[in-house]
Structures are given as structure tokens and as C-alpha cells.
């Protein structure tokens, strides 16, 4: 239920959160982009919807991902309790999926034949290629040249799932260039195509749709720390590129004041090198792929190439609601470099068993440096939001390792 | 208040030509020789001018004009030395209307109110923002209104009748008609369509109509001039700028405004 004083009440009828978000496309897209929001609007009111997709996300799926008390990472950092949401262990080793069955439902629902998709890691990627073939749709995933070098094995699943995966050479060939190809895909095929976007970025109505789709995180962390520890955690922590794990995670809780909400950007070489993908530490308000929110850019307004370790975070732009959540304080920030990344990287996989994506060994390395510094009594939750097989190579590359 | 474009419009009808409107990046492919493609274009048979606003990031454009961007954009334009471009073209062409093209963004950045003075100021007539549909009217279109700017709206063949009236509501000087749906330089529109769509819009507008995308030759463009009461051609002409750039500045202007003469010609003769 929203109340009048709430913060999860947002966007407003037009996509705005704040002065944030909008719909800043061209006009070819308008038209769907209204039938769209329509057609979530009629679907979140269906009873038969919702059932249908908590069906699937537990049998497809397989959720409730479970909370985890990573125990001897709280016992090695001696401060606050640290748990992990482990939507690692969800269908493709990643939370992309919660976002990517709501999505194809609606595609259903609405008659499109086609799909089409834009990815960085690979992780959404590999997710819209699963679900399009599990529902045999045609699917079509715009991928930056770059993160294709550096993603191959996700390259492969989407491939081996039927996906068309097409190379994106424009620009900076990573993630930003991908949704500008997507998107003039879209533009080219509007009327047959669905475009699955990713994260809680681009026009009204995705921001929210996704944060709607990824919020059952946050739904389920609320039930089950409540029941293990029979109260609200104090922090939650999670990584932000787009930043949809973070929303999904965070939106179930805005309105809970006493539990902290800090979200992770990549500060990549370091912020002050210029080379980082941190959008809301160190971006200014701009629009880009169709909302309004931070974004890193020259004093021309022309779109900075960002720079991550991490592909998934690799994007020069943020979700609007993030912005939102910034500029009111609700939201706090922190920025941490490939190799504070890569650390933690390693440091979880000796310690708890657990190979974390480079992006969440992002929010983990955040974990890493306040946890010691709280309370014993304290409680930290972080979204462990992909598992790092795909990065295995990256990793061993910045290792110095050979394989 | 009447504009440089309305007058342009105005001024073709009575003769019962179709009008050539031509589209270059700002910079492109450096300042000097963008100078004096602007210089040339009127003399060419230009009847109005876009003139594109480098973004890194152009979505909805093809490869040709993103090319063009991203090569102005190395030889260090910039929003203001677009500007600075239009300023030098008004001083000597006090009557060809003249329209920037282009995204958000950079005008966001620069500051609204200061790039809409700046704009006026320089001697711009009208505005495309791409990514600015009716839905955000208030960050650049009712402003850009109040200050005598013409706000140019794109519809396409996705525009329905339920949504033109939306397209129409705070358009004015022309409605830029987008004859495909796709990017701009994509798949050639047919004549009959474009047509059948024209009409299908002068029910419900006075604005004069010109279409554009995927134009690229003097038959195809007097096609079109026979429907509609402008042609619009970039990616053919941006081309010609990557294609000869090489050869230098000297090539690059005689190869746009051949092309522009061959195209006008065709626009200007096409109702004969």
C-alpha cells in the first residue's frame, strides 16, 4: 500500500521522480512507449498477472533467494553483522531475471514477436536471450564490441540460447553504445518489437516498471531478516550501475528512515583520475537514453566514455530514481576502485566460499570498509545481485594470472 | 509574429515550388570549411537550413550523421562555436531561415534560457530537439516560443490520429514529416506512401510539410516535392563530406553544393 507521505509513491503520471526521469525520446517511439505504459498499468491491476509471475519466479526462477549470515566475513571484519542476499543463486547467476520474466510476460500479453535487448556484462544479455527462448521469441542483444572481448562466456549462453548477438562498434562500444543501437533498432521496428531494458534507466515507464519487477529482492529481505532477527536491518548495501539490484533492493525500505540505504558506484581508476563510472558521486543532472538524471559528461554536455573493471557498471548514466533519492538525502553514496573490487573479489571467495560478479564485490568492498567501524549489534544486508564465473577471466587478467 | 520560415513557406507556395531544406553538422568537418558550406548553401538553392548540433550520443540517427557528430566533435566544436557558426552566416544571409538540429542534452548543459537568448541573438529562426517530444513541452518548446523561435516537431509514420494533435499542439514554422520509421540515411521512403500520409496531416494543419529521411537523389527528392512542401536531405550530403574530407576543405564544399544544386534543381522543377 502507498500513503500520502510516502517515498515509494513515485514516479508521477508524466515519469518524473523530482525534477528526474521524464520521457526524452524521439516521437517515432512515443506511441509505443505510451501503449506500453498502458499496458503495465493494465497488468499490475490483473490478479492473474501477479500470480502467473510469482509462479514463475519461483519455479523458473527459483526464488526466495535465500539470506545468508556470511559469518565469517562478519567474524574477519569484527564490526556489524553482515548478510548477503543471494540472488546470485537465481536462474543465470544473476537478479536480471526477476526484471527479465516480468518483462517477457508483458511482451505476451501485449503480442510482440520480437525482443530485443542492450547489455554490458552480458548478465541481462544472457537473461533476455533465457526467457526469450523459454516463451520462443526471436531475440536480439546489442552488445559493445568491447564487452564482447571481455564477456566471452556470457557471448556463448546467449548464443547458445538462440539469441542474435549483435556487435556494436559505435562510440565507446560498451553499454551506452548498445542502448543507443537498441533503441534505434526499436525506432526501426516499432510496432512488432519489445525492447527489455535492463535496468531502472531510460524512458517513463521502465524506470519504475523495473524497480517494480527487481523489488521483489527487497520483499523478501524485509520478511526474512524480520524473521531471523526479528527487526529491520541497519544498512543495506548494494552496488549501482543502471542501478536496478539497488533499487530492487532498496524501494521496499524507503520509507523505513532508520534503516540506511548506500548504494556503490565504480570509481574505476579513481574518481579523481577522471577514469570511473560514478555518475551520481562525481556526474552532474543531464539527459541521456531518454530520462533525465546524473550523468557523466564535459562541460559541452557531450556523454564522457566511463571506465569500470566491472561491464556492468561500466554506463556514464544512473536510474532516475537514484537521482531522486541523491538529491533528497535519502540516498547515501560511495565509490570504490577496480582494485578495492578486486580485492574483495578475492577476499569472499577464500572466505565464505562464494565467487561474487565484479559487481556486487563492489558493494562488497564498501562492507568491507564500514562494517568494522559498526557495532556488533548492527546489521548490514548486501546484495550479492550476480555471480562471478563470468568474470573469471577479467579477474585473472588484472591478477596477473594466465589461464 | 511572422518568421524567416513562414515567410520562406509562404513565399515558395506563391510561386508553387516545394522548398529544399538541407541538412549539415555544425563543424563538420572542421569549423572553416562547415563556414563555408553555410556560406554556400543559400547560392546552391537551399531554401532553408538545419544545421545539426553535435551529440555523442545521437540515438536516433544512423551511422552517416553519427559519423558526422563524432568527427566535429574531435575537431573541437562545441555548442557555443555552433552558435558562433550561425552568427557568422546571419552577417552575411539576412533572409535564409536557419534551424539547429539535435538532442537535449548539450542546450540542458548550456543552460536553457541562456542557449534560447544565444540562439535568438545569433540569428537562429527554429529549433529540432529530437528527444523532446509534446510529453516535455515545457523544457525547451514554450519557452523557445515565447522568445519568436519556430519549435519544429517530427512526426512519423507512428504518429496515429490519436497523436497528432499532441505533435501539432506548440509546433509551428513546418512539420518535419519523417518519411520511414527508422534512422535518418536508413531504407528510401515510397512517394505514394509519403503522400497518402501528407494528406492524411494537412487535414489537421496549415503548417507547410516537409519530409524527410532516407532522400538521397534528385529523382526521388522531386517525388516527394510533388506531395509535400519541403524535401529535407542530410545523410546524402553528409557523405559527401566524410567521402571527400580527405581531398580538403576545397573539395568537401564543391562536392556538397554540387549535390545540393542537382537535388534543389529537382525540388524547384518537380510541380513544373
Known amino acids: 500500500m502507498t500513503t500520502l507521505n510516502s517515498l515509494r509513491n513515485g514516479p508521477d503520471e508524466r515519469g518524473h521522480f523530482g525534477v528526474f526521469g521524464g520521457r526524452y525520446v524521439a516521437e517515432t517511439l512515443m506511441p509505443n512507449i505510451l501503449e506500453l505504459e498502458r499496458a503495465y498499468d493494465d497488468a499490475k491491476r490483473d490478479p492473474g498477472f501477479r500470480a502467473e509471475l510469482d509462479l514463475w519466479l519461483r519455479d523458473y526462477v527459483g526464488r526466495p533467494s535465500p539470506l545468508y549470515f556470511a559469518h565469517r566475513l562478519t567474524e574477519a571484519l569484527g564490526g556489524a553483522k553482515v548478510y548477503f542476499k543471494r540472488d546470485e543463486l537465481n536462474h543465470t547467476g544473476a537478479h536480471k531475471i526477476n526484471n527479465c520474466v516480468g518483462q517477457i510476460m508483458l511482451a505476451k500479453r501485449m503480442g510482440k514477436r520480437r525482443i530485443i535487448a542492450e547489455t554490458g556484462a552480458g548478465q541481462h544479455g544472457v537473461a533476455t536471450a533465457t526467457v526469450a527462448a523459454w516463451m520462443g521469441l526471436e531475440c536480439i542483444v546489442y552488445m559493445g564490441e568491447r564487452d564482447i572481448e571481455r564477456q566471452q562466456p556470457n557471448v556463448f549462453r546467449m548464443k547458445l540460447l538462440g539469441a542474435d548477438v549483435r556487435p556494436v562498434t559505435s562510440g565507446s562500444r560498451t553499454l551506452k553504445d548498445a542502448m543507443n543501437e537498441a533503441l534505434r533498432d526499436w525506432v526501426t521496428h516499432v510496432e512488432e518489437t519489445f525492447y527489455i531494458i535492463g535496468s531502472v534507466a531510460g524512458p517513463h515507464p521502465y524506470p519504475a516498471m523495473v524497480r517494480d519487477f527487481q523489488s521483489v529482492i527487497g520483499k523478501e529481505v524485509r520478511t526474512q531478516i524480520t524473521e531471523r532477527e526479528g527487526r529491520l536491518p541497519d544498512m543495506l548495501v548494494a552496488a549501482i550501475g543502471g542501478g536496478s539490484n539497488a533499487m530492487g533492493l532498496f524501494h521496499p525500505f524507503l520509507d523505513d528512515t532508520e534503516t540506511r540505504l548506500m548504494g556503490v558506484e565504480a570509481a574505476g581508476d579513481g574518481i579523481a583520475t577522471g577514469h570511473h563510472a560514478a555518475a551520481l558521486n562525481a556526474g552532474t543532472p543531464g539527459v541521456l537514453h531518454g530520462a533525465k538524471s546524473f550523468l557523466l559528461q564535459d562541460d559541452d554536455g557531450q556523454v564522457i566514455e566511463p571506465h569500470s573493471i566491472s561491464a556492468g557498471l561500466d554506463y556514464p548514466g544512473v536510474g532516475p530514481e537514484h537521482a531522486w533519492l541523491k538529491d533528497i538525502g535519502r540516498l547515501e553514496l560511495a565509490a570504490i576502485t577496480d582494485r578495492e573490487a578486486l580485492d574483495a573479489f578475492e577476499r569472499c571467495s577464500r572466505l565464505e566460499g562464494i565467487i561474487p560478479a565484479l559487481e556486487p564485490a563492489h558493494a562488497l568492498a564498501q562492507v568491507i570498509k564500514i562494517a568494522p567501524a559498526m557495532d556488533r549489534e548492527k546489521i548490514i544486508v548486501m546484495n550479492m545481485c550476480g555471480r562471478g564465473d563470468k568474470d573469471i577471466f577479467t579477474a585473472a587478467k588484472a591478477m596477473g594470472v594466465e589461464l | ?272
Open chain 2, 1 to 272: 509574429m511572422s518568421t524567416r520560415i513562414d515567410r520562406r513557406f509562404a513565399d515558395l507556395k506563391e510561386r508553387g515550388k516545394a522548398g529544399f531544406v538541407t541538412f549539415l553538422t555544425a563543424g563538420d568537418p572542421d569549423l572553416e570549411t562547415s563556414a563555408r558550406l553555410l556560406e554556400g548553401l543559400p547560392a546552391a538553392g537551399a531554401d532553408v537550413i538545419e544545421l545539426g548540433m553535435p551529440f555523442t550520443d545521437p540515438m536516433a540517427d544512423g551511422p552517416a550523421i553519427q559519423a558526422a557528430s563524432l568527427r566535429a566533435l574531435e575537431a573541437g566544436m562545441t555548442l557555443a562555436e555552433t552558435l558562433e557558426l550561425v552568427r557568422r552566416f546571419r552577417a552575411k544571409d539576412a533572409d535564409t531561415p536557419l534551424v539547429l538540429m539535435g538532442y537535449f542534452n548539450p542546450i540542458f548543459h548550456y543552460g536553457a534560457e541562456r542557449f534560447l537568448d544565444d540562439a535568438v541573438t545569433a540569428g537562429v529562426d527554429g529549433l529540432i530537439v529530437v528527444d523532446l517530444p509534446a510529453e516535455e513541452d515545457e523544457e525547451l518548446c514554450l519557452p523557445a516560443r515565447a522568445k519568436g523561435l519556430n519549435f519544429i516537431r517530427l512526426a512519423t509514420p507512428t504518429t496515429d490520429a490519436k497523436r497528432l494533435p499532441a505533435v501539432l499542439a506548440n509546433s509551428s514554422g513546418f512539420l518535419y514529416y519523417v518519411s520511414i520509421t527508422g534512422i535518418t540515411g536508413a531504407a528510401a521512403p515510397v512517394a505514394d506512401v509519403v503522400g497518402e500520409a501528407v494528406s492524411r496531416i494537412r487535414a489537421q494543419t496549415t503548417l507547410p510539410i516537409a519530409v524527410g529521411f532516407g532522400i538521397r537523389e534528385p529523382e526521388a527528392a522531386a517525388a516527394i516535392a510533388r506531395a509535400a512542401d519541403g524535401v529535407v536531405v542530410g545523410s546524402a550530403l553528409v557523405d559527401l563530406v566524410a567521402q571527400n574530407r580527405e581531398a580538403g576543405g576545397d573539395a568537401v564544399v564543391d562536392a556538397v553544393l554540387a549535390k545540393t544544386r542537382a537535388l534543389a534543381e529537382a525540388v524547384h522543377a518537380a510541380r513544373d
